[in-house]
């Protein structure tokens, strides 16, 4: 079964506005990560967080981590067109592989 | 840009063809993945590999096969393809650091139509 479920399913917003998407998982990780897909593509990797790490910037990308609730948040500040994609997190078990989730579709509007 | 290349990048072929999608990676990753995906749908894993020799099946039962002769190739093969195969399939590749998952590099994926 898939470790790692986003919320929501698909966001729509306004250039210049934040866009928040959350992660939630069932076990213990080694590291949690996101990834982002423009349609028909691949995926592009954009953060990843470990888990003794609770917060974690890059540019306009912000994730925190809370692995008492089993669960982390990607914020997107000053959302831009070129943003428009879908967003996965994937989570790192010990001696495993990746595991994605269903992804959060991100439609930003001019 | 990710060093890892998927050909072809579109492909049509009847049913019972026998197929194979390439995947090339140039960063000398030892571990190296297949996924396949279904338009706005989650990445389900079918194919893993984390060396030369090394291949494994994924979560996802798939009626496909992969072979790991040379770290940089990492080749899928579907030997009759059926209309349930049609799905776009994703190759990435990551770094090995001991049990530590790094961030995986994809190719830009293959979309397979079985008509």
């Known amino acids: 079964s898939q470790q790692g479920e986003e919320d929501p399913q698909a966001l729509s917003i306004q250039e210049g506005e934040n866009a928040t998407m959350n992660c939630s998982y069932k076990t213990s990780i080694n590291n949690l990560q996101w990834y982002r897909q423009n349609s028909g593509r691949g995926l592009v990797h954009l953060i990843l967080?470990?888990?003794?790490?609770r917060e974690k910037h890059s540019g306009r990308l912000r994730v925190t981590l809370d692995t008492s609730k089993k669960s982390s948040s990607l914020l997107i500040t000053a959302s831009r067109a070129a943003d428009t994609a879908s967003y996965f997190c994937a989570t790192a078990l010990r001696y495993s592989t990746l595991t994605f989730g269903k992804g959060t579709m991100l439609l930003v509007s001019p | 840009e990710a060093d890892i290349y998927q050909t072809p990048r579109y492909l049509v072929i009847g049913t019972g063809k026998k197929i194979t999608l390439e995947c090339s990676q140039t960063m000398g990753h030892d571990k190296m993945y297949w996924y396949q995906q279904d338009p706005g749908m989650e990445l389900h894993l079918i194919h893993y590999?984390?060396?030369?020799?090394?291949?494994e099946k994924g979560d996802l039962s798939s009626e496909s096969t992969v072979s790991r002769i040379r770290t940089e190739h990492f080749p899928l093969t579907l030997e009759s393809a059926r209309p349930s195969h049609t799905s776009q399939y994703l190759c990435?590749?990551?770094?090995?650091?001991?049990?530590?998952?790094?961030?995986?590099?994809f190719g830009q994926g293959t979309r397979l139509t079985v008509v």
């Open positions: 990435a590749s990551s770094e090995e650091q001991g049990y530590l998952n790094t961030e995986a590099f």
């Open positions: 967080i470990r888990s003794n790490e």
């Open positions: 590999s984390y060396g030369v020799n090394s291949t």
